[in-house]
T-cell receptor, first 114, second 114 residues
């Protein structure tokens, strides 16, 4: 019963490098989200998707791109990493039309950019 | 713009004591969620509150929602060490919210001491 799986769990990058974070969910959820969490702060929405092939910007989208080619996967890309992007990244998924069910979160990816 | 504020940000309390965490939000909403996060872990859903006057209880935690005051409370009864964690409230807009995006409060870090 995997739920939401994020890979990798940890990563260290140098400034200017690129990478992709992968999120996979097995609950057949329509909605998927990427958040970042900085020390002492709540989660802030980066990008989200309401369905396969669709994405939209959240609160803090600059410096990130996303893709949702398959319903179960949501990718977050950093084209040119910057130290300000050091953070913990959480992926979440949710069911369309259901207010009762909360968003389900992955375990997070801890990303450090030197 | 929806803003969500929690207080206190940090709470140190003795076992056996009662206390309340407050969550205020700035825009009309009738959907509010409480999550728990242990250090280095993901977010675990605690409560989903969907209407004015909603009250939910689980063990030593009780959450309530007052949509007119734009306020939710998380009450802790007879705290035990196992409740030590960071608690987040999150609010979603009632209208024009395809995707059910959440806006999180900054979190309340709770430490329960023997």
């Amino acid at each position: 019963n995997a739920g939401v799986t994020q890979t990798p769990k940890f990563r260290v990058l140098k400034t200017g490098q690129s990478m992709t974070l992968l999120c996979a969910q097995d609950m057949n959820h329509e909605y998927m989200y990427w958040y970042r969490q900085d020390p002492g702060m709540g989660l802030r929405l980066i990008h989200y998707s309401v369905g396969e092939g669709t994405t939209a910007k959240g609160e803090v989208p600059d410096g990130y791109n996303v893709s949702r080619l398959k319903k179960q996967n949501f990718l977050l890309g950093l084209e040119s990493a910057a130290p300000s992007q050091t953070s913990v990244y959480f992926c979440a998924s949710g069911r369309r039309g259901s207010l009762v069910q909360p968003q389900h979160f992955g375990d997070g990816t801890r990303l450090s950019i030197l | 713009e929806l803003k969500v504020e929690q207080n206190p940000l940090f709470l140190s309390m003795q076992e056996g004591k009662n206390y309340t965490i407050y969550c205020n939000y700035s825009t009309t909403s009738d959907r509010l969620y409480w999550y728990r996060q242990d250090p280095g872990k993901s977010l675990e859903s605690l409560f989903v509150l969907l209407s004015n006057g909603a009250v939910k209880q689980e063990g030593r935690l009780m959450a309530s929602l007052d949509t007119k005051a734009r306020l939710s409370t998380l009450h802790i009864t007879a705290a035990v060490h196992d409740l030590s964690a960071t608690y987040f409230c999150a609010v979603t807009l009632s209208v024009n919210n395809a995707g059910n995006m959440l806006t999180f409060g900054g979190g309340t870090r709770l430490m329960v001491k023997p």
